[in-house]
């Protein structure tokens, strides 16, 4: 028993470095619409200012329309406009498919079938796009209604079930290659059946979620990876906030979206503890310096708080050191790569809207740089920090990490022993 134990732990002393260094692979990169354009030389503009910042994916967007069975010419041609671009600049380019809004989510056999069709016409006439996520925030209603049957039961989970899984099969019969992703869920909701805007919380939608996928009977997977909106509440709050009592779930509650996927797929042919996380959308606003203000319009709302430049740096810094410390995370993606010009939207860019960049481009590009290098360091972002050191060696001291900020724990000890069977 003892040599047995022995050569467990000699075991996970040499796995542990490498799943430090895996996780210092993620893909990073900016939610950025503005860069699909038809005019190749307004998509390359874009691309260029996204290599600029560090960044080496880009997430876009392709809406689907109800009767549309293939992509329309003019989505067409600006994503592979904007695909070409990012190619230039050495940019992979994500795509994600979805309805405009909760007036036309496919609900009904038919638009199922019209909206599967759409992506696979997608991938087929797009090659250069690897990754498509299907849906946006299913969970909430500005995407996806109803939310809830009239007896007060989960409608929105379901029903998105059965699209993923039929737009998973059409995508993979057109290019096996394609990571598929599902969820890209909000990280808050009311589960209030009775409350005017009605939604989901994400721990109330990855349940039903697995549920439904347990009630499907489907022997096969309906997502590649799964993907996540960690916003916090408002931009003054911190990506080390953690929520332990409610239904939401940010940046730092890492462990406990895993716990949710693990419960609702883990024993079934979808992967769930160890499936590929994409944090495919994270803004923090800042604050319009006077000298910029001629350059955007419109009023700031009361409830979006936005910090100073120097804040969304250190903000930004914290949320990719945390992301790529954690261990089933394959990409993360800032909104945006430059800011919206109405006040009313998001100012959470590494750049102006004119295109001049702020002081939080030179932190991002430098944090990008630490972790594609492997210079990040997780030891701090662990209460079990003996996974990165030798056996018979004190544990390196709990405190501040790059930069000489504190990071929270991130990671599961427990993942050190689930990590075994991943390599």
Request: neutral net charge; proline residues 8%.
């Amino acid at each position: 028993m003892c040599r047995f134990l022995l050569a467990t732990l000699g075991l996970l002393i040499a796995l542990a470095p490498a799943a430090a260094h895996a996780s210092m692979t993620m893909q990073i990169g900016a939610a950025e619409d503005e860069g699909r354009n038809a005019d190749p030389a307004v998509a390359r503009a874009k691309m260029d200012l996204a290599a600029a910042a560090g960044f080496d994916s880009v997430r876009v967007t392709a809406i689907w329309a109800p009767g549309e069975s293939a992509v329309p010419p003019d989505q067409l041609q600006a994503l592979q406009s904007v695909s070409a671009a990012a190619a230039f600049d050495g940019i992979t380019i994500w795509t994600t498919v979805m309805p405009y809004g909760s007036k036309t989510t496919p609900l009904t056999a038919p638009a199922r079938k019209q909206f599967a069709s759409f992506a696979a016409d997608l991938v087929r006439r797009v090659p250069a796009i690897p990754y498509v996520i299907v849906g946006n925030e299913p969970n909430i209603n500005r995407y996806w209604l109803p939310q809830f049957t009239r007896s007060g039961s989960d409608a929105a989970a379901p029903a998105y079930e059965a699209l993923l899984a039929q737009t998973y099969d059409a995508i993979k019969k057109a290019s096996t290659n394609t990571f598929v992703v599902g969820g890209s869920v909000s990280p808050h909701g009311s589960d209030d059946p009775t409350n005017p805007r009605q939604t989901h919380s994400p721990t109330a939608f990855i349940t039903d979620l697995g549920a439904a996928y347990r009630a499907s009977g489907r022997a096969k997977p309906i997502m590649d990876g799964f993907a996540f909106h960690p916003y916090g509440e408002n931009s003054s709050i911190p990506p080390t906030e953690t929520h332990p009592t409610s239904t939401a779930i940010g940046l730092a509650d890492y462990d406990k979206l895993v716990g949710l996927l693990g419960k609702a797929f883990d024993g079934t042919a979808q992967r769930g503890s160890t499936l590929p996380i994409v944090y495919d959308e994270y803004g923090v606003e800042s604050v319009v310096p006077p000298a910029k203000t001629s350059l955007y319009h419109g009023r700031e709302p009361s409830t979006t708080k936005p910090v100073s430049e120097a804040t969304q740096g250190e903000y930004y810094d914290e949320a990719l050191t945390m992301a790529a410390c954690q261990p089933n995370v394959k990409a993360m993606f800032l909104f945006h790569v430059t800011d919206e010009s109405d006040l009313s939207r998001w100012q959470s860019g590494v750049y102006y809207v004119n295109g001049t960049p702020k002081p939080s481009r030179a932190v991002v590009k430098q944090t990008i740089d630490q972790i594609h290098s492997g210079a990040g360091d997780c030891s701090s972002q662990t209460e079990s920090a003996s996974r990165w050191v030798e056996v018979g060696k004190s544990p390196p001291a709990k405190g501040k990490g790059k930069g000489g900020r504190k990071h929270p724990r991130a990671v599961d000890p427990a993942d050190a022993w689930r990590l075994i069977g991943t390599f």
